[in-house]
């Protein structure tokens, strides 16, 4: 019973936004951070992607059961793996853009610091749903009217 309330709904989807996010934001740390190491290609990876294969895991939920509980089986992308431990793990491989210097560093530290402000608003809005869910999951099980 305990595992149908944890992957109740969009909590699973939810689960997955926040760590590819939380994944993500690091990424782009580590880009700003070496924005003035000589012959430093920022990386990242594809977004798109994750949506995609995403959408597709919850895709196959809703047809096996309907998508009111179950576990999303993420795939992953060409980038973005599902670990064993129900975690991400990332392996950048999408040039992050912006034009090559002097010193053959690429880093666009304008499309860095707008990556890093779109990315929170993801991590924020989803850690909102979720707080959300569970909030109601906790009322329901204490038998509570939200």
Known sequence: MIKDLSTAGALPTLANTLRFAGARQRLIAHNIANMDTPNFQPRDVSVKDFQSSLAEAVDRRRAFNGGLSGELRFGGTREVRAT???????????????VLAHDRNST???????????????????????RL??????AAIAERVA
């Open 84 to 98: 064993r431990s129900g975690g991400l793990d990332l392996r950048p491989d999408t040039h992050a853009g912006g």
């Open 108 to 130: 666009d530290m304008e499309h860095l610091l707008q990556d890093m402000v779109e990315n929170a608003n993801v991590y924020r809005v989803a850690s909102d749903f979720m």
């Open 133 to 138: 869910q569970t909030q109601r999951l906790h």
